[in-house]
């Protein structure tokens, strides 16, 4: 997530080069959508000393298939660890990121997590949550077992858990690291996977996960791909994402359907991908930035990019930062793929054929129902589960994050807060003709 320099870039292309004012991304596609109320969002999270260093960043729902009205909501909260929240969004359990190892060293942030469920180990089958954890540059993996007292995650991660990039910690402390993440399970061999993205980079790696006989799981890498990072044009010239010296354009939102192994992998100024979850095939671009195609210049005073006039290049229906991805699974095997538009709050879909080329087939946004419930601005993480959760949720579940939290869950107080919005999957599909 590198909202102000992509806002920035934005903001700059619209506006001409000369000008660096800072100005929300509002095209008449986006102003067209419809609109979807929030049902219930949690408490604001803060990312200061006060707050815990606690910042909202990626959802993810565990169906409890006894009792589907007892369903959770996991989620991460960067330096702040885990947040596991119930339908209502209230807080179940709080799940600290592992402490730095000395003052050198960077302390644990939870950036991304995805689910397994029915995770083969010894002792039988288990559904855990996976977590990238930015700051050590590992996976962490947590037991979902919601009749344990104290919290239903208890942390299985292999003790002997390697870094998934860095070479040692010298490396990790530059923080290349573990960023986005996204679980699979390869119905052929019954195995479990996650890939993973590197920060700053546009390296992806596929790690096993491999669960020991103390009942701990660990992963093995098995192979990386590097997306591209930079670009010819229509015009016949190059271009490569405006970023920081040293910063290449990086992937965070990911998902795979698991009819086919196929992955969707949003890198954050370029665009979404479509690719073989094994990464052993050619990467095919979905779809395109607003910002595609833009050239940048990046200003060393402000850390920010200004922009130079738009070529014409890039997309229609998402803005910088393209963000969380998640899947709408149907029953007969259709559905959507979901991405966050960051750059202009809102959400797009595309056809989940990829026959049909990923066909966009329309977006909305999420707004707050009152004055007392907040909806979803510059999403970052996202999460769907098209299945009935009790008398709540009978027609499922969207759960989105909220990049700027407001006072209704106690983020008026001036300072910068975050948190999730939980919204009625049935008044998404009605909305958007789904």
């Known amino acids: 997530m590198r909202t102000h320099r992509s806002s920035r870039l934005a903001a700059t292309a619209l506006l001409g080069a000369a000008m660096i004012t800072l100005v929300p991304l509002s095209p008449a596609h986006a102003r067209t959508l419809p609109s979807v109320p929030a049902t219930a969002e949690t408490a604001a999270l803060y990312d200061d000393e006060a707050g815990g260093n606690a910042n909202a960043d990626d ?40 402490a730095a190892a000395s003052e050198d060293d960077a302390p644990g942030r939870f950036n991304n997590v995805d689910l397994v469920t029915g995770l083969r180990t010894p002792a039988g089958r288990s559904d855990v949550a996976v977590v990238s954890d930015r700051g050590n540059d590992r996976l962490r993996v947590y037991r979902i077992d919601p009749s344990q007292p104290g919290g239903p995650l208890k942390d299985v991660t292999d003790p002997a858990a390697a870094p998934v990039f860095s070479s040692g910690q010298e490396e990790i402390n530059e923080q290349r690291t573990a960023y986005g993440l996204a679980t699979w399970q390869d119905r052929a061999t019954g195995r479990s996977y996650a890939v993973v993205s590197r920060r700053n980079t546009t390296e992806l790696a596929l790690l096993e996960l491999r669960p020991t006989a103390s009942g701990t799981v660990g992963y093995r890498r098995v192979r990386t791909l590097a997306l591209p990072s930079s670009f010819r044009l229509p015009d016949g010239t190059s271009w490569t994402p405006c970023g920081e010296p040293g910063e290449g354009p990086q992937v965070e939102g990911m998902v795979v359907d698991p009819a086919d192994g196929t992955l969707y992998a949003g890198q954050e100024d370029v665009g979404i991908w479509r690719l073989p979850a094994a990464l052993d095939g050619k990467p095919v671009l979905v779809d395109k930035v607003r910002e595609y195609g833009i050239p940048g210049t990046y200003d060393p005073r402000t850390e920010e990019c200004e ?41 797009a879909l595309y056809d989940r054929e990829v026959s049909e080329d990923n066909e966009y087939e329309g977006g909305f946004r999420v707004t707050g129902a009152s004055a007392d419930l907040d909806g979803s601005e510059e999403c970052d993480g996202a999460a769907v589960l098209n299945a009935p959760l009790g008398s709540r949720y009978p027609r499922g579940l969207l759960v989105v994050q909220d990049g700027h939290e407001t006072a209704a869950s106690g983020g008026g107080d001036g300072r910068e807060a975050t948190g999730f919005t939980f919204v009625d999957l049935g008044a998404v599909v009605d909305a958007a003709d789904m």
């Open 59 to 98: 959802p993810a729902i565990w169906r409890d298939a006894a009792a589907p009205g007892r369903s959770l909501v996991v989620a991460t909260a960067k330096e702040g660890g885990l947040r596991v929240y119930d339908l209502d969004a209230r807080l179940v359990q709080s799940v600290p990121a592992p």
């Open 307 to 347: 922009a130079g006039a738009d070529p014409g290049f890039g997309g229609r229906r998402v803005a910088a930062d393209v963000e969380g991805l998640t899947l709408f699974q149907e029953p007969d095997g259709d559905g959507y793929l979901m991405a966050s538009s960051q750059g202009d709050s809102t959400f």
